[in-house]
């Protein structure tokens, strides 16, 4: 690698989140999952005070988790497609691994039990978190940008979407990885345009 190339790696370092950070959303992203999928919004609510995870949650997080179920039906099935946010980030974290982008919602068979686990805040350490090697992430993100751009192009010109990509899945995907590369990014706020 040229020196050029080292440089390069470490600036793109410096522009990502921490791998606390990292930690610290995907933990907060698994406590909306759950109360989207029907868990006690109150109890969620009350996991991530005493965790220490309630100020890293967004406003719009916080008032979906403060909003009755009733008026926010549809805002739940939005945020049950968190999961995927999920699965991308366990990814950059090197909690798991993949052989292709999938296609629908199996590849969340993987990751299924931590979705649903009562103490999820218990499975996944803040402070022992580590990153993939810097290249492999930005190549990722890359790769999921073009799909992403794809997929719109497809929709807006009344296509069927490439190679069947589910559109919600790599959307997902292309928010988490874009929220990872943007430190000054707030979660709520993340432009997903290509």
């Given at each position: 690698?040229?020196?050029e190339?080292?440089?390069s790696l470490d600036?793109?370092?410096?522009?990502?989140?921490?791998?606390?950070?990292?930690?610290?959303?995907?933990?907060?992203?698994?406590?909306?999952f759950?109360?989207?999928?029907?868990?006690?919004?109150?109890t969620?609510i009350?996991?991530?005070?005493?965790?220490?995870?309630?100020?890293?949650?967004?406003?719009?997080?916080?008032?979906?988790?403060?909003?009755?179920?009733?008026?926010?039906?549809?805002?739940?099935?939005?945020?049950?497609?968190?999961a995927?946010?999920?699965?991308?980030?366990?990814?950059?974290?090197?909690?798991?691994?993949?052989?292709?982008?999938?296609?629908?919602?199996?590849?969340?068979?993987?990751?299924?039990?931590?979705?649903?686990?009562?103490?999820?805040?218990?499975?996944?350490?803040?402070?022992?978190?580590?990153?993939r090697?810097v290249?492999?992430?930005?190549?990722?993100l890359?790769?999921?940008?073009?799909?992403?751009?794809?997929?719109?192009?497809?929709l807006?010109?009344?296509?069927?979407?490439?190679?069947?990509?589910?559109?919600?899945?790599?959307?997902?995907?292309?928010?988490?990885?874009?929220?990872?590369t943007?430190p000054n990014?707030?979660?709520?706020?993340?432009?997903?345009?290509?």
């Amino acid at each position: 690698m040229t020196p050029e190339n080292n440089s390069s790696l470490d600036d793109m370092q410096n522009k990502m989140k921490t791998p606390q950070e990292i930690t610290k959303r995907v933990l907060i992203l698994i406590g909306v999952f759950q109360a989207a999928t029907g868990r006690n919004k109150e109890t969620i609510i009350n996991l991530l005070k005493e965790n220490h995870l309630w100020s890293n949650v967004s406003d719009l997080e916080k008032k979906f988790l403060e909003t009755s179920d009733e008026e926010s039906k549809f805002i739940s099935m939005q945020y049950s497609w968190r999961a995927e946010a999920v699965y991308i980030l366990l990814w950059v974290l090197n909690k798991l691994d993949f052989d292709e982008i999938p296609k629908n919602e199996n590849n969340l068979d993987q990751i299924s039990e931590l979705l649903k686990a009562d103490d999820f805040f218990k499975i996944l350490d803040i402070n022992n978190s580590q990153l993939r090697y810097v290249d492999e992430i930005y190549n990722k993100l890359e790769e999921i940008g073009r799909l992403n751009w794809e997929i719109r192009d497809a929709l807006i010109n009344k296509k069927e979407p490439p190679n069947d990509y589910h559109p919600s899945i790599i959307y997902e995907w292309h928010y988490a990885l874009n929220w990872l590369t943007k430190p000054n990014e707030e979660w709520d706020y993340i432009a997903t345009d290509t």
